[in-house]
């Protein structure tokens, strides 16, 4: 793959104590191990969730019989993305979910996503991620409400289109309301990829970017928090 660019875009959230987190993670921790006065170097130790921050989710998340994410090769992780923008459509519904009508309206636009694309969901939930109730928009009976992609939808892209994987900028790419969880089950199992927590989503064009994403190979991982890199054209 030969990438032409104009310019490099970080897609990765900052990582800092005051994240958003899911219900139930672990906080994030840094604690200081060697500092320049007392050793003569500066040294952090850090702790975060596989599932926190801006990241990648692995098959064995869902599947106990499905690989950890020390196991996608290198290749996997270089790829072209679209993006659909569904900003207006959230700002009237939060609990908005990309339908087959969206991608077909789309691809009238832009022509048809080719194959091995990455499919990224532009909601503008990346502006809403320094506050963490607003993130994850819980009511009073404790159900999150926040946009993603539809079952149907993502069945037709992985069966008529074989796209290799879908991103957002919310913290799941399945809708805040479904604990099923289908988008991620159906790509995953295919062992595709799964981008959550993404920002920086508004300056990408429709088609056109190339993606790098930076794992942590860790052994048996169900993820790990990634770097990811757009080259812009």
Known sequence: MQINYSRVIHLSHIIDR????????????????????????????????????????????????????????????VLSAVVIDVCEAVGNNPDYALSIADILAWEAKYGVIARGSLVILYTGWQHKWTDSNAFFNQDAAGIMHFPGFSGDATQFLLDERQIAGVGIDTHGVDPGQDNSFMTNRLVLAQQGIVLENLTNLDQLPP??????????RLRGGSGCPVGVLAFVP
């Open 207 to 216: 088609q056109g970017t190339t993606l790098a994403i930076a794992i942590l």
């Open 18 to 77: 005051n994240i958003p987190l899911w219900p139930g993670d672990p906080a994030i921790e840094f604690n200081t191990v060697a500092d320049i006065q007392n050793d003569g170097y500066y040294l952090r130790r850090f702790a975060l969730g596989e599932h926190s921050a801006t990241h990648i989710n692995a098959p064995n998340s869902f599947d106990s019989a499905g690989v950890g994410i020390d196991e996608y090769a290198a290749e996997s992780l």
